[in-house]
């Protein structure tokens, strides 16, 4: 067996029916006999019921958060094996979680697959397809580890080592659905790097449930009862106070880490509730297409790019078109502006108060020659391709697969209905596999949109992807 060198995962995706049914505790550790649990809930929108029966190791918790994430996108990134088995060595593996060669880690990852393996989940609420039945499945997240170690002279095996070979099959059920639209992009990056399992076994499920309610995305939070809070990360111990001790320092961590803008409890004893306030986008996060339009829209008043990125980092995409549209207005309608056009038209981006108002309609201009007169239209224009061309350079270095994961879902919105399903699973196994350029398609789509073309466009498509 040969082992593919994977100094970190290039995939990024998660399984929202994994993620969605909230399979791995936050607690760090267990007490003697904690082995199962059992709860019923609703989540993004429909009822769920997930049983958990652990083993002698206990039921999953905090480090099987990353591992199951970590063999998810290895089962992705090695191509969706039809054995659904991984090959990689221990050294390789604990690389990709993040973590160092030590004999400490090796035991925790050995405990963390043992568990993953010996495990069985019945879930009730499982999805095959975006808006399809939901039916009832039992599976273990794993279904075999084996190890291969080479040449061995005496019985006593070691549990792992860094030379240990490894191959990991994936349960059927966990592999058919990685390979279904249930998959979403997901910052495994970002994840990672949180300090703590607990704050990464959270941010999973909100992240998750940011993504999957369009209630949240819409209003920018999420709100829960603090008890049921608790169970859905899998608590012991659903104390208000105990629940409260627990995630409080792990919202520190993800309010410094500017994925939370802020926590605010209400309530009670066990009445209390608890509501997350998302920051709309990480500094560190690409600008999608859409939103570097709205850059290029503001930077025309004036404004400079900073201000601009900044600003619409900070909002929803909405938020920042509706006040973009009402300086644009303000400032035609405008016949003499006090202070600078960028001084006037930040005010109006930034007002919180109130204070501006569409206006009714744009006063009279007397005929000016053409050449003359700067056209708002064509500059934004210019603006917009100029972010396309920066979007374009951005991305344009990424590998195929985060590439897809920027532009998957613009491309989603324009594509995937008049496509069809099978055409775009084509379409995005060639973009991951680098056979298309997702940046270079979505601008040659949003061309074509321009242009009242986009029927010749998606029948040339078609053609490609049937070829």
């Given at each position: 067996m040969t082992s593919p060198s994977l100094p970190a995962l290039r995939s990024k995706f998660d399984?929202?029916?994994?993620?969605?049914?909230?399979?791995?505790?936050?607690?760090?550790?267990?007490?003697?006999?904690?082995?199962?649990?059992?709860h019923s809930f609703e989540i993004a929108g429909r009822q769920m019921h997930v049983e958990c029966l652990g083993n002698s190791y206990g039921f999953p918790h905090g480090p099987d958060n990353d591992m199951m994430l970590v063999l998810s996108n290895l089962f992705l990134e090695q191509g969706q094996p039809r054995d659904n088995s991984v090959h990689c060595t221990a050294y390789e593996l604990l690389r990709m979680l993040?973590?160092?060669?030590?004999?400490?880690?090796?035991?925790?990852?050995?405990?963390?697959?043992?568990?993953?393996?010996?495990?069985?989940?019945?879930?009730?609420?499982?999805?095959?397809?975006?808006?399809?039945?939901?039916?009832r499945v039992t599976f273990r997240f794993l279904e075999r580890i084996e190890e291969i170690q080479g040449e061995v002279k005496h019985l006593n095996l070691k549990s792992f080592g860094a030379g240990t070979k490894l191959k990991i099959t994936l349960d059927a059920v966990v592999a058919a659905s990685l390979t279904s639209?249930?998959?979403?992009?997901?910052?495994?990056?970002?994840?990672?790097?949180?300090?703590?399992?607990?704050?990464?076994?959270?941010?999973?499920?909100?992240?998750?449930?940011?993504?999957?309610?369009?209630?949240?995305?819409?209003?920018?939070?999420?709100?829960?009862?603090?008890?049921?809070?608790?169970?859905?990360?899998?608590?012991?111990?659903?104390?208000?106070?105990?629940?409260?001790?627990?995630?409080?320092?792990?919202?520190?961590?993800?309010?410094?880490?500017?994925?939370?803008?802020?926590?605010?409890?209400?309530?009670?004893?066990?009445?209390?509730?608890?509501?997350?306030?998302?920051?709309?986008?990480?500094?560190?996060?690409?600008?999608?297409?859409?939103?570097?339009?709205?850059?290029g829209r503001i930077k025309t008043f004036g404004i400079t790019d900073v201000q601009a990125r900044g600003y619409v980092r900070k909002h929803t995409p909405e938020?920042?078109?509706?006040?973009?549209?009402?300086?644009?207005?303000?400032?035609?309608?405008?016949?003499?502006?006090?202070?600078?056009?960028?001084?006037?038209?930040?005010?109006?981006?930034?007002?919180?108060?109130?204070?501006?108002?569409?206006?009714?309609?744009?006063?009279?201009?007397?005929?000016?020659?053409?050449?003359t007169v700067r056209s708002p239209i064509r500059d934004v224009e210019g603006e917009a391709e100029r972010a396309f061309e920066e979007l374009r350079q951005m991305h344009g270095q990424l590998p195929p697969e985060e590439q897809w994961a920027v532009h998957r879902g613009a491309l989603r919105l324009m594509l995937q209905r008049s496509l069809g399903s099978d055409l775009w699973k084509i379409l995005e196994a060639r973009c991951v596999a680098g056979d298309l350029?997702?940046?270079?398609?979505?601008?040659?789509?949003?061309?074509?949109?321009?242009?009242?073309?986009?029927?010749h466009f998606l029948d040339s498509l078609r053609a490609e992807l049937r070829s």
């Open positions: 399984d929202l029916n994994l993620a969605e049914a909230s399979l791995i505790s936050c607690l760090t550790r267990l007490k003697p006999g904690e082995t199962s649990w059992e993040g973590r160092t060669d030590s004999s400490q880690n090796y035991r925790i990852m050995h405990d963390s697959l043992t568990r993953l393996s010996g495990t069985l989940y019945k879930i009730s609420g499982w999805l095959d397809h975006p808006g399809g039945i939901a039916r639209p249930r998959v979403r992009p997901f910052d495994l990056d970002f994840m990672l790097k949180l300090s703590g399992s607990q704050s990464r076994t959270l941010f999973r499920l909100l992240d998750t449930l940011w993504y999957s309610d369009p209630k949240a995305a819409a209003s920018g939070y999420l709100e829960f009862d603090l008890v049921e809070l608790g169970r859905l990360l899998r608590l012991t111990n659903l104390r208000p106070d105990s629940i409260r001790r627990t995630i409080m320092p792990i919202h520190e961590e993800l309010t410094a880490s500017e994925f939370l803008k802020n926590v605010t409890f209400s309530g009670r004893g066990v009445k209390q509730r608890v509501r997350y306030v998302f920051n709309p986008q990480r500094p560190d996060y690409p600008l999608t297409v859409a939103q570097l339009e709205l850059v938020r920042v078109g509706e006040r973009v549209r009402l300086a644009e207005a303000i400032l035609a309608a405008t016949t003499r502006i006090r202070r600078s056009p960028a001084a006037y038209a930040w005010d109006i981006l930034t007002d919180e108060l109130g204070k501006y108002t569409m206006p009714l309609s744009r006063p009279e201009v007397a005929a000016v020659p053409a050449a350029e997702a940046g270079t398609l979505l601008r040659e789509a949003n061309v074509a949109v321009a242009n009242l073309d986009l029927q």
